[in-house]
DNA sequence: CATTAACCGAGACGGTACGTCCCGTCTTATC
DNA sequence: GATAAGACGGGACGTACCGTCTCGGTTAATG
């Protein structure tokens, strides 16, 4: 986002803010991010072009704010066992890159975005980090009950977790539904825990 | 493709075919999908414009065929032992994922893919078809030889394999090295088996 | 026009020949001098494109033998009088200028031919020489029965009589009638015969 | 012209109004109708090209604006004299026929017209239309001193003096200078006069 | 009678201009 | 100084024609 907030003078509408945001969402789910235009969202949203400008730096960042940004997992919950803090992630994951407007914006906003490696890195790690977080903090949690085999990266975890999740919707094209969400945690499980104690 | 062969007249120049081919290739790699052009790809093949858009619907099209359309694994070695086929299978896709040529293209096509069906069908038929096949005889294999656990879906090992490839690439930014195809490997073997015999 | 004809082999084929006229009259007709295509000929005629180029250097030189070329004027009469006479070249001169092909084809075949000046002076020649003959025997008859004032060039008049029906008809855009044929005609006589005797 | 001015937001850029048209006048004589391109035209104005779309409905209305367009004579005279009215008509219809941009543009403007009865009305308002009326008056002023035989209609005059010149420099391609305009005043004048008073 | 050279329809070829669309910036008048 | 409106320079898109070339096949005159 650009978003450095004026110094002086008028403030900025929040109206307009949201009417930014709620046309591009409306937008994204009618015609998708290939014919979403800046002209179409600020005929839409009532609002002249330069308002778009001042609050994102185009149409990747403004999406990226509108379809992505904050759909942010629940922290989380240490249940005690492994396989059930990871159904907890696999279905925090599934959930997120399920809603309609990350699967209209997504696959788009990553192509626009790998084209840049300065804004992908920056995306990446928006998209990605939080995330990373929460897989550390479960694998922690497992090494500290002995749970675990030894060398085990968090990074390889999140990727296969991620990837899987990311495959079945955007390059199986099939739902990440609960039946697969329960195959992937399985699978999981197996895998960091085979050989432990 | 557009493809459909004419009936009489001056039959298509393989020459030209190929010249398309081979310059879409080469700017893929040295300007990227945004910047590569139909006219620059037609300059570069000496050829018009015409005859880029007698062979293909537009870029899309052009760069599927260029980039994706073709690369195929070779054929699985049934080495006797599940994790060898696997790493055999992750070694496969990892080098077919890292191209560079697939590297600019993959992601302003899933785009493209994403925002349209018919081409979806097309997509998956050509990119994940072969490889799925290759993974059900790998499974097969081993589950003659009883080293598989029970029940276990090709699709859903395809997905955790191809998605662990993909994320580490183009969401995590990552060069899917020796090292973690290794990790991945080891990670897939050891679910896979956990509990057999 | 092309048309050195071949040295051996396969003759034109006559039929072909009179396909293309043809259907350049009938285009011309049908959708006028912009729209009127290579393609569109050789379609309409059921030939190739190659077998117009073969007869004709292009389009302006295709039309120009369809539309304009061979409606040559009646060789003139010389009745001994000098209105009557005017009276029939100006009524040629009308005539030829007025014909639907001609209205269709004239204008931009002049424009595209003015861009060129060899080719201009060579469609100058040929549409403009014949009449200018008939100007000049018109005169001389004149000047020898002595009803002419003394120094008039045939230039000057052919470029008035043309002139005249040409703006009436392309640049005023309305009929070269008998009435205004009767009024040139008039007008020209007078201002020849002026102070002659 | 398109030329619905807006209703809100920025005014049209007079200097861009002006530079379009000089480019335009400059390309027209250096480069001719054909060879002069829209992208050109932009090129040399440092204008985007739907700068020059948004005030022209295409290279015709653009050439038209710039080489027709305006170009009209100085106000008639009134010398007291017939004839020297009529060498100043001829004279300021051969001067705004004989400049280079409209020699470049007027046969090609001219094809367009023919082509389209809705250009020609605007064509015919423009290019012809007050010229008419100076005609007329000429001849209304001539008719007062008693000068002309009885009934000549403007239109047919005007259509004699500017098919004269038309003719001279479009279809015989010849320069129309002091010379000929004098031959072609000198007819004039004789025929109008012939059998006067 | 066989050869042969130019013909034939069809349509692909390189090239070029067209007019449309979108991007991200800039310029008005208005609030 | 923010706002709605919309013009601005720039540049890619996909279409349409031009005039040439290439294919397989045909047809008359020559040898």
């Given at each position: 986002?650009?978003?450095?907030?004026?110094?002086?003078?008028?403030?900025?509408?929040?109206?307009?803010?949201?009417?930014?945001?709620?046309?591009?969402?409306?937008?994204?789910?009618?015609?998708?991010?290939?014919?979403?235009?800046?002209?179409?969202?600020?005929?839409?949203a009532n609002v002249g072009k330069a308002a778009i400008y001042r609050r994102y730096a185009g149409k990747q960042d403004l999406v990226f704010a509108a379809a992505v940004h904050g759909r942010t997992l629940d922290p989380p919950p240490d249940s005690g066992?492994?396989?059930?803090?990871?159904?907890?992630?696999?279905?925090?994951?599934?959930?997120?890159?399920?809603?309609?407007?990350?699967?209209?914006?997504?696959?788009?906003l990553l192509?626009?975005?790998?084209?840049?490696?300065?804004?992908?890195?920056?995306?990446?790690?928006?998209?990605?980090?939080?995330?990373?977080?929460?897989?550390?903090?479960?694998?922690?949690?497992?090494?500290?009950r002995g749970d675990l085999r030894t060398p085990v990266d968090a990074e390889v975890v999140h990727s296969l977790v991620l990837g899987a999740i990311f495959a079945r919707i955007y390059l199986l094209r099939k739902p990440a539904d609960k039946a697969y969400q329960h195959e992937v945690t399985d699978l999981a499980a197996k895998a960091l825990t085979e050989g432990a104690r």
């Open positions: 986002m650009t978003d450095e907030p004026q110094r002086g003078g008028r403030p900025r509408d929040t109206r307009v803010d949201a009417a930014i945001l709620a046309a591009t969402r409306t937008l994204l789910a009618e015609v998708g991010y290939g014919a979403l235009t800046m002209d179409l969202v600020a005929g839409r066992d492994l396989r059930t803090d990871l159904r907890w992630l696999v279905g925090g994951i599934a959930r997120s890159l399920s809603s309609p407007e990350t699967r209209a914006a997504l696959p788009a192509a626009d975005v790998t084209a840049d490696d300065d804004v992908a890195d920056r995306f990446m790690r928006t998209f990605v980090a939080e995330e990373r977080a929460y897989v550390e903090t479960i694998l922690d949690q497992a090494r500290r």
